[in-house]
């Protein structure tokens, strides 16, 4: 479980951040098909977050056919390669996409959500010490 880091200052909520990171990381082959997940409660006391927002995640993964629940067993990664938004790319797109409407929402133009993006970027990097991002 050390793939996921919630970002309490972040304005995007918990649960929805706990959901973006499985779904990359089952979208991505990380976790493969028949991969048994962390429990709810497990997860919870890890991440240090409540047990029913965990719970809301692994719900809506499984309504959207990422995940099987078996009772008593857990929660295993269901067979996605016949999804059509599967990938990491798509999974990509779509945060990319739930962000820029947010920004779009705020008013912003998208000259200047462009400008936003480029100074992140470069902030980033400062911090991290690195070439590019």
């Excluded at 909520?13 to 979208?27: A, D, G, K």
């Excluded at 067979?79 to 999974?91: A, V």
């Amino acid at each position: 479980m050390d793939d996921f880091k919630i970002d309490e200052k972040s304005g995007v909520p918990v649960w929805v951040q706990l959901r973006n990171r499985l779904l990359f990381l089952i979208t991505s082959g990380y976790y493969s098909c028949g991969s048994q997940l962390p429990t709810v409660h497990n997860m919870a006391i890890k991440l240090k977050i409540n047990y029913n927002t965990v719970g809301k995640v692994y719900q809506s993964l499984e309504r959207d056919g990422y995940i099987t629940t078996r009772r008593g067993q857990g929660s295993f990664v269901a067979d996605i390669s016949q999804k059509e938004d599967s990938s990491p790319s798509s999974t990509a797109d779509l945060v990319t996409d739930e962000y820029l409407l947010r920004m779009l929402d705020l008013g912003l133009m998208p000259a200047d959500i462009k400008d936003l993006i480029d100074a992140r970027l470069e902030r980033l990097n400062k911090q991290k010490g690195n070439g590019d991002v």
